[in-house]
């Protein structure tokens, strides 16, 4: 797939094309959908199948204040786009003078001139032009002027929820990654680079990865299990995301305990990937509501060789994740907590069907 950046950049032998619009932060199901249907459409009328996106998120830019985090860079939306099979990606830079362009001339300029559409295909609730003024409906209306079809697509519904980013930030808001996994049909992913800690995992025999998010993390603190690829390895692990109360710190880190792992990967590139909504006993208390702590030093040890060993008893049975994470909420007694172990993909379909590290 080409990856165009900037209408200059755009070339004459993509034209005509069929275009899918749209932010597509996160490439969730509903997204896929609308770039299948882009990439259907334009095999069958033998003209190249293209992806019209923004960055950065126009919201970052019209209402910085309120700008939605997102669920992921713009490189691991590119790289799940390529997967779906388009010939081109076309990413125009939003910027205030862009976002004054009415709706009519973005249509005539943008869609008809220099992508030459036949046809273009959004979601329901796609706007576009100066002020959001530009409906899914005005889309139609223009497209009978400049000679496109406008492919309309209706809400995607999973178990009665319609998908959506929205949707997505509020169940990773909640911990809820494996609601998020269902909307996004792959695993939440968080990319980083490692760096150093203080060194004290490597003293009491559990060394970690301290991961520098590549930007904003809105996965609620907790416990997770996850999937780490760096390089051409993989490896299962437990990650720590939040604050580490045991040490009485403040930073936010994301720590993960990588099984059979040394942790000498100063500077690597670690993308996480949480495929889990299982759920584990855990304790908390007025300090540190709904976290696991351990004492600090030995106890420390202790709780994480615990945290592996539950780990490693649970049978790997098909279908089901061994890795438990904790969800983000008020936390019970331990002793009147149960456990939970949600149907998952086999491991070998989570490594190799999913691109972890594109």
Not at 158 to 180: K, P
Not at 257 to 277: K, T
């Amino acid at each position: 797939m080409r990856i165009l950046r900037g209408l200059q950049s755009y070339p004459p032998e993509l034209r005509p094309s069929v275009t899918a619009l749209g932010v597509f932060d996160g490439i969730h199901l509903a997204h896929a959908k609308i770039l299948a249907t882009a990439v259907e459409r334009a095999r069958a009328r033998g003209i190249a199948a293209v992806v019209c996106t923004f960055d950065p998120h126009p919201a970052t830019v019209l209402r910085p204040e309120r700008a939605p985090a997102p669920i992921a860079t713009l490189e691991e939306n590119l790289a799940r786009i390529t997967v779906i099979g388009p010939d081109a990606t076309l990413v125009i830079p939003f910027t205030l003078e862009f976002s004054r362009m009415e709706a009519e001339t973005f249509v005539g300029e943008v869609l008809a001139k220099t992508l030459g559409v036949r046809e273009v295909v959004v979601g329901f609730n796609h706007t576009f032009g100066r002020g959001a003024r530009g409906t899914a409906a005005l889309l139609e209306e223009l497209g009978e002027r400049h000679g496109f079809v406008t492919h309309v697509l209706p809400p995607l519904e999973v178990n009665g929820q319609t998908v959506s980013s929205s949707a997505i930030r509020d169940a990773l808001r909640e911990g809820d990654v494996g609601l998020a996994r269902e909307f996004l049909g792959h695993p939440y992913r968080v990319s980083g680079t490692v760096r150093r800690g203080a060194g004290r995992g490597r003293t009491l025999g559990f060394p970690t990865a301290n991961l520098r998010p590549d930007g904003p993390l809105i996965l609620a603190a907790g416990v997770y299990a996850a999937r780490v690829a760096w390089e051409e390895a993989r490896a299962d692990a437990v990650v720590n995301v939040g604050y580490r109360p045991t040490f009485g710190e403040d930073q936010y880190w994301v720590e993960a305990y990588i099984f059979d792992f040394s942790g000498d990967e100063p500077d690597h590139r670690f993308p996480l990937a949480h495929p889990g909504r299982d759920e584990v006993p855990r304790c908390g208390g007025p300090e540190t509501p709904g976290r696991r702590r351990h004492g600090g030093g030995p106890a420390t040890a202790a709780g994480v060789a615990d945290d592996r060993a539950v780990n490693e008893r649970t049978p790997p049975v098909p279908g089901r994740l061994a890795s438990p994470h904790v969800v983000s909420r008020p936390p019970a007694p331990l002793n009147a907590q149960r456990v939970r172990w949600a149907k998952r993909p086999d491991r070998t379909h989570d490594l190799a069907a999913l691109p972890l590290d594109p």
